[in-house]
């Protein structure tokens, strides 16, 4: 069965302040591993995805198969990256997506 | 493009009362699934669906049931409510859930209250 952990539910940060949100997976194949970003009042979207090898507002993660990690990271936390994050897993395909229990992030004037 | 459409947005229900959430997307998409929110436990998935004609269980699918006859729609039909089913339940479709394409496109939510 696969399964995401995000041991975090609320990460507060100062304004300025390197970010990391954790995300821990288990999973017998080869996982395929997105964030997705909830802002106040908006629609759950998608953030980035491990296959892309994208930065995208500034956020980057890296699948590390070793540690079975997904960490979101960003060096200077901003204002508008207050919001809840998602880490999600698919094991390929037309599978289920499972996702983590998600972490607020706090980013602090 | 409306892209996913969810109504209703908000629902009081009796315990023992059936209802239907819908979900509609227009952007011709084969995967649809139907997720639950509930405070410290995340997005926990009820049913998914691959195409038209076909449906799975996800993690938590007791007390609901699905179908999917065309590619637009997904409705998710809870037979007889309970007070545990009290949450916020996403639609969300994909044309692909993985891959270089692979996204999620969520609907806004529906508020789901059974007393």
């Known amino acids: 069965a696969q399964r995401v952990t995000q041991p975090e539910k609320l990460l507060s940060v100062f304004k300025g302040a390197p970010v990391e949100l954790k995300c821990n997976y288990s999973?017998?194949?080869?996982?395929?591993l997105f964030w997705y970003v909830q802002y106040s009042r908006q629609r759950l979207q998608l953030l980035l995805r491990?296959?892309s090898r994208e930065s995208i507002k500034g956020f980057t993660a890296d699948l590390n198969k070793g540690e079975t990690s997904f960490h979101l990271k960003k060096p200077f936390a901003q204002e508008e990256d207050s919001a809840m994050y998602y880490c999600?897993?698919?094991?390929?395909?037309?599978?289920?997506?499972?996702f983590g229990t998600g972490t607020k992030l706090q980013v602090i004037p | 493009n409306a892209g996913v459409t969810q109504t209703p947005k908000f629902q009081v229900l009796k315990t023992g009362q059936s209802m239907t959430l819908q979900c509609a997307q227009d952007?011709?998409?084969?995967?649809m699934s139907w997720y639950r929110q509930d405070p410290g436990m995340g997005l926990r998935l009820i049913h998914y669906?691959?195409?038209?004609?076909?449906?799975d269980q996800g993690e938590v699918p007791n007390g609901y049931n699905v179908s999917r006859s065309t590619t637009e729609d997904f409705p998710l039909r809870l037979l007889s409510a309970a007070p545990s089913q009290t949450s916020v339940y996403f639609c969300?479709?994909?044309?692909?859930?993985?891959?270089?394409?692979?996204?999620?496109?969520f609907g806004e939510g529906s508020r789901l209250t059974v007393l």
């Open positions: 999600a897993l698919c094991s390929g395909g037309y599978q289920k997506v499972t």
């Open positions: 952007m011709n998409h084969e995967y």
């Open positions: 969300a479709s994909s044309y692909s859930p993985s891959g270089n394409t692979g996204e999620l496109f």
């Open positions: 491990h296959i």
């Open positions: 669906s691959v195409g038209a004609g076909i449906t």
């Open positions: 999973y017998s194949g080869s996982p395929e």
